[in-house]
């Protein structure tokens, strides 16, 4: 089935630009993340160290260190916390200033790919990030310091 997805604008900090993914006519995919895990639930720790992650790679920028890798070789999705905690968000990481953020999930596999729902996360960060590529390297979407212009619509083919 096709989707409408769009890249748009969370939240601008001191060296990073924080975009999300929405789909047509539904919440972004981060905050229907956070809607998962309703402040006073078992997850609040979680919940905070995620935002704590989001605030220091805000300030400090996206360093590589501060995600764990996930997806494959050739795609740039990642997920933070790197520490131990119970909860993933799941992003792309485009560069030192741009962060995409996704949705996640509770961790209860030891791999990404044995969960469903964490899979499903994955597979549609790794389909966004493959439409950025070729239209950055077609020149529909271009990068300038903490930015992203252009063509920030797909329709995705994808199984939800």
């Known amino acids: 089935m096709k989707y409408k997805i769009e890249i748009e604008l969370f939240e601008e900090h001191h060296s ?4 999300t993914l929405r789909f047509q ?20 720790e979680d919940i905070d ?8 790679i805000g300030e400090r920028g996206a360093l590589e260190r501060y995600f764990r890798t996930e997806g494959k070789i050739v795609d740039r999705v990642c997920a933070i916390p790197i520490e131990t905690a119970s909860l993933r968000l799941y992003v792309i990481r485009l ?18 790919n044995e969960d469903p729902v964490l899979s499903a996360c994955v597979m549609l960060l790794q389909e966004v990030d493959y ?16 930015k ?8 995705l083919k994808i199984d939800l």
């Open 25 to 44: 006519d539904e919440a972004t995919e981060v905050d229907k993340f956070l809607d998962q895990f309703p402040e006073g639930c078992e997850y609040d």
């Open 49 to 56: 160290i995620i935002i704590k992650w989001i605030e220091q």
């Open 148 to 155: 992203l212009f252009g063509n920030l619509t797909f329709q």
């Open 95 to 112: 560069t030192e200033n741009i962060v995409i953020l996704g949705n996640g999930g509770i961790k209860n596999s030891v791999t990404y």
């Open 131 to 146: 439409h950025i590529r070729t239209r950055i390297n077609k020149g529909q979407i271009s990068i300038y310091q903490k």
């Open 16 to 19: 990073v630009t924080f975009y």
